[in-house]
């Protein structure tokens, strides 16, 4: 009897799981993220942000949240506390008063610049492991993923 019902369970073991090993990875990105930078009070989801819009000068809240696939909510989060800290500016858009336009401030632009070897250093860590094509491999599979599995994300992203 004990056989019959655990044949119908799902396999217990985790590892076997995409969502498990990928959700895995993401905690050591975040934990390498997070000791490289430690100096710098930055989140990677803060960096993104701060990234399009170091790429984008007065890109629209919404735009920038597309840019990296953040919902609304988290977004205005994000954006407050950037602002708060005196990295970004946010402004009313000239065209349309409730579309809010955000710039780097000189010391946004200082962080972002101050970011840059720490973030690749975590970078570097993360993929360690991986020899120089099996990173181009887990890269072109991951844009796939992404790619391939948007429409299900709570935050659409934008694509390239």
């Known amino acids: 009897m004990d056989n019959e019902l655990e044949a119908g ?5 985790p590892i076997g799981h995409a969502g ?3 959700r895995r990875v993401h905690q050591i990105s975040v934990a390498l993220f997070a ?7 930055i989140t990677p989801t803060q960096f993104g942000i701060m ?3 170091a790429a984008q000068p007065g890109i629209d809240q919404s735009t920038a949240a597309e840019e990296r696939g953040v919902d609304r909510a988290t977004m205005a989060s994000i954006v407050a506390r950037l ?7 946010r402004v009313p858009g000239r065209a349309d008063r409730r579309q809010k336009l955000l710039s780097l401030t ?3 632009k200082k962080l972002l610049a101050k970011a840059q070897a720490p973030v690749e250093r975590a ?3 993360a993929l360690e492991p991986l020899s120089p094509r099996d990173r181009k491999a887990l ?9 391939g599995g948007n429409h299900h994300g709570r935050a659409k992203l934008r694509l390239k």
């Open 123 to 125: 970078t570097e860590r």
């Open 51 to 53: 990234l399009a819009i």
């Open 35 to 41: 000791d490289e930078c430690e100096a710098l009070d």
């Open 9 to 13: 369970l799902p396999d217990r073991d």
């Open 106 to 108: 000189a010391a946004g």
């Open 139 to 147: 890269m072109r599979l991951l844009e796939k993923l992404v790619d």
């Open 20 to 22: 498990f090993l990928i």
């Open 83 to 89: 602002e708060g800290n005196g990295y970004i500016r």
